[in-house]
């Protein structure tokens, strides 16, 4: 599943600087992920980054981007530039 920012964001910015695969962006009132690149830190940490550094609890799994630990690592891969035929 992607992340997803809620509006209750504070634009603190230190989500931002902690996404490996740099899918967090200032949107035009808060933070966004960008569910395309958001891969909840598989492959790179074992807890997603944004959600550890967050003060304000503000992020959630985006029930509208719903996807299995085996697709966020295919995502990672592929990303990554590590796709493999398996």
């Known amino acids: ?3 997803k920012i ?9 989500c931002e600087p902690v996404c490996p695969n740099k899918a967090i962006a200032l949107g035009e009132e ?7 690149l958001c891969t909840e830190c598989i492959g790179h940490h074992d807890e997603p980054q944004c959600i550890e550094v967050c003060p304000v609890e503000c992020i959630i799994v985006d029930p509208a ?3 299995s630990h085996e697709q ?14 398996a």
Do not use: Q, W
């Open 72 to 85: 966020l690592d295919l995502k990672y891969r592929h990303l990554m530039g590590k796709e493999s035929a």
């Open 65 to 67: 981007h719903v996807e």
């Open 30 to 36: 808060f933070y966004v992920i960008d569910p395309a």
């Open 1 to 3: 599943m992607s992340l």
């Open 6 to 14: 809620l509006d209750t964001c504070v634009n603190c910015d230190v």
